[in-house]
């Protein structure tokens, strides 16, 4: 409930210089509630970590196999079916990206060249080495 005020209220107080017509120089004015919800919350979790003993550090060899090792049957499915279905829906933003900047670069004869590649790099990257592990 309280994030749902703070949204609102950085909603209302960025909108205040748009409504008023402000000149550029207040542009300042519209990102400022969003820095201090930024700095905010990266205290909050830098100084407010709770860690659970049983996982392993971050660091360490053959983490991901250490952490499913920790995890019952009920959280494995859920990391697993999670994690599957964040592959897929990046793999299709991927493919959708790489159209429409593709069909982009095609109707306004701006060069998207390097763009391109770098999401089909990422497409590529995505599929077959993500896969294979």
Known sequence: MKVRYIYITQLLISLIPVKENASEKYIGLIFLPFV????????????????????????????????FKTMDEGERRITLVSMYKVNQNN???????????????????????????????????????????
């Open 36 to 67: 201090i919800a930024i700095v905010s919350s990266i205290m909050i979790v830098l100084f407010h970590r709770k860690f659970d003993s049983r996982y392993p550090k971050i660091g360490e060899k053959h983490y991901t196999e250490k952490i």
């Open 91 to 133: 793999t299709a933003l991927l493919l959708i990206n790489i159209i429409l900047i593709g069909a982009f670069s095609i109707l306004s004869d701006v060069n998207q060249t390097v763009t391109l590649i770098i999401l089909i790099i990422l497409f590529t990257y995505n599929r077959l080495f993500i896969k294979g592990e």
